[in-house]
């Protein structure tokens, strides 16, 4: 796998305990409340707290999956998410230091947003914060490698699977393609992005698919609970 980042903040774990009371001598019988085991960690905030301190052992497609069964999963994993515009404006305006502060609020919210690392790995690198230059390239790397197995993205069959609109929207910007054309089809084993690309070194144009089933069923549901 390839390169990128050190840890960003190591997510803890909140233990819950009640106190003792201690009763004066002579005084009543003092009573202790039960403690409370730890509060278990989901299996997302698990995967993710490796990821964070950058394990060469973390199964990207297994943090993936847990981030998508999740309660915390967006499926537009930034796109949406208060800062992600501005940390673009700021690559434009050569304010690296700013596009880094929205890079940690985008991150705050949805740390698997692949377009918030993307940029965090530009801007860092141009602020020489080469600490966090790794700890983005880190997550960059592991997240297209992931979506880059899952297919070769030439036909429905075979398409890369995404598991937010930041994934898919990343990943094409990162293969340095051009997107001409974009639009939705199905068939029954799911739903799918379509989008006619062009390569801009060889002038080259092809489709690309890719499999956004989960987000969009995640998105369906929560828009059918929101009715009831």
């Given at each position: 796998m390839t390169p990128i980042i050190k840890p960003v903040a190591i997510i803890a774990m909140a233990v819950l305990l009640t106190a003792c009371a201690g009763a004066p001598t002579g005084g009543p019988e003092s009573t202790v409340a039960d403690r409370q085991p730890p509060v278990p960690a989901s299996e997302y905030r698990r995967l993710l707290t490796e990821a964070q301190t950058l394990s060469f052992t973390l199964d990207f497609d297994a943090l993936r999956r847990a981030y998508s069964e999740s309660e915390e999963y967006n499926p537009h994993g930034g796109i949406r998410l208060t800062g992600l515009p501005e940390a673009y404006q700021s690559v434009e305006q050569s304010d690296y230091e700013r596009c880094l502060r929205y890079v940690d609020?985008?991150?705050?919210?949805?740390?698997?947003?692949?377009?918030?690392?993307?940029?965090?790995v530009v801007c860092s690198g141009r602020s020489e914060a080469h600490d966090r230059e790794d700890l983005h390239r880190y997550m960059v790397e592991g997240l297209m490698d992931s979506i880059e197995r899952s297919g070769d993205g030439r036909t429905q069959e075979s398409a890369y699977h995404t598991i937010t609109t930041s994934e898919l929207r990343a990943?094409?910007?990162?293969?340095?393609?051009?997107?001409?054309?974009q639009s939705i089809v199905y068939d029954q084993q799911g739903v799918y992005d379509k989008m006619q690309v062009r390569d801009p070194e060889s002038g080259s144009e092809y489709p690309l698919?890719?499999?956004?089933?989960?987000?969009?069923?995640?998105?369906?549901?929560n828009e059918s609970a929101s009715l009831e």
């Open positions: 609020e985008v991150l705050a919210n949805n740390y698997m947003s692949l377009e918030a690392h993307m940029i965090g990943f094409v910007r990162l293969k340095g393609l051009e997107v001409l054309e698919f890719f499999n956004v089933s989960q987000q969009f069923a995640h998105s369906v549901e």
